[in-house]
């Protein structure tokens, strides 16, 4: 009888887990990894939260633009680094009649690192859910909100890295001070950056700049004259206009706001992306973390998709309620900062 009992019981267990897996293929945006994640997660995935987690973007962020997202197959991973000299090193080409051509050998340096998981949650007490307003989801609201807070907290992440100065050469950045910086008219832009695309080893295509020092910049009346053409005392330059005039592909604008105060304090907002602006190499089809050889500046390896969830908690309020969790396992690298150039503090 015992073991008939632990038989029915296998059984039972099984068919939970092919009846959520099935659920989620059911789901066609649902990943095989996230199928996974609802099958065997001790904390219940909705697959509603889910599809809010993994649908959800918020487009005023840029991070995802300044180190792209690639995937991993497991949390703890390897990538490659590259010693990008040996692509400017010209070899003795030349072959002899009856000789072997010369021999080349390509390095990498294999690294290893671990996405780590960012995730919060929030609690909905069952009165707000059986009080939502017709088409409300509060669940799916919370989901929308996390999401925002953990994004916003990659982009600050993101910014302190690209931004940290000790990662580039002497030669791979320049502090702007007093007349030199962009909110004195009698600076000169233009060819600051001009000089600081000519310096990495491949010319930058992208420029991630904080909102602060864009604004200073597209009102800039060396920046107005060359598009208007005027004297450069009234007008603003538009974001592609910018591009073309610098040949670039894209221009990231972090628009990003972050509360510095201490929990308690007065809100003290701050741009999370500062007074700098980066130019930078980005190869949108480089997966260092495959082990291709395509040089780009920098990646964020990502693994498996968000996961979004609840679970009861009887503890919320008189009536009970839900804890609604959503999270990601990311982790944001520069592989090759001799691809970019830092111009440190260009607005005051």
């Not at 059911?26 to 509603?48: D, G, M, Q, R, Y």
């Not at 990659?154 to 100065?165: K, Q």
């Not at 040089?295 to 969830?309: C, H, N, V």
């Not at 309620?321 to 260009?346: K, T, Y």
Request: proline share 5%; aromatic share 8%.
């Amino acid at each position: 009888m015992k073991l008939l009992n632990i038989a029915f019981r296998l059984v039972g267990v099984v068919c939970l887990v092919f009846g959520l897996m099935a659920m989620a293929g059911a789901l066609s945006f649902i990943s095989p990894e996230a199928a996974l994640v609802i099958a065997l997660a001790p904390f219940p995935v909705n697959p509603e939260i889910l599809a809010a987690a993994i649908a959800y973007r918020n487009r005023r962020m840029i991070a995802d633009d300044v180190l792209p997202r690639v995937g991993v197959g497991q949390q703890s991973y390897k990538y490659w680094t590259w010693d990008l000299a040996e692509g400017f090193t010209v070899p003795n080409t030349h072959v002899g009649r009856t000789s072997r051509p010369n021999q080349v050998e390509f390095s990498a340096t294999e690294q290893s690192s671990t996405t780590k998981d960012y995730a919060l949650d929030d609690a909905i007490p069952y009165a707000d859910l059986q009080n939502a307003p017709a088409g409300i989801n509060p669940r799916t609201r919370a989901a929308e909100g996390l999401m925002d807070l953990i994004l916003l907290d990659r982009e600050v992440r993101t910014a302190n890295l690209v931004f940290d100065g000790d990662l580039y050469a002497a030669n791979r950045k320049k502090p702007l001070t007093g007349s030199d910086q962009w909110d004195n008219p009698d600076s000169d832009p233009i060819d600051e950056i001009a000089e600081a695309l000519e310096a990495p080893l491949y010319r930058p295509n992208r420029m991630t700049i904080g909102r602060a020092a864009f604004a200073k910049l597209a009102r800039h009346p060396k920046i107005v004259k060359a598009m208007h053409g005027n004297a450069g005392d009234s007008g603003i330059a538009t974001r592609e206009f910018l591009a073309d005039l610098f040949e670039l592909d894209q221009i990231n604008v972090g628009e990003a706001f972050v509360n510095q105060a201490k929990k308690g304090k007065a809100a003290s907002l701050a741009q999370a992306w500062g007074k700098h602006c980066l130019l930078h190499y980005t190869d949108t089809l480089s997966n260092p973390a495959a082990g291709q050889s395509r040089p780009t500046f920098g990646f964020t390896a990502q693994w498996g998709d968000r996961i979004g969830g609840e679970q009861e908690d009887k503890n919320i309020g008189m009536r009970g309620g839900v804890i609604v969790r959503v999270g990601e396992s990311v982790d944001e690298h520069i592989v090759a900062a001799d691809l970019a150039f830092l111009l440190q503090n260009v607005v005051s």
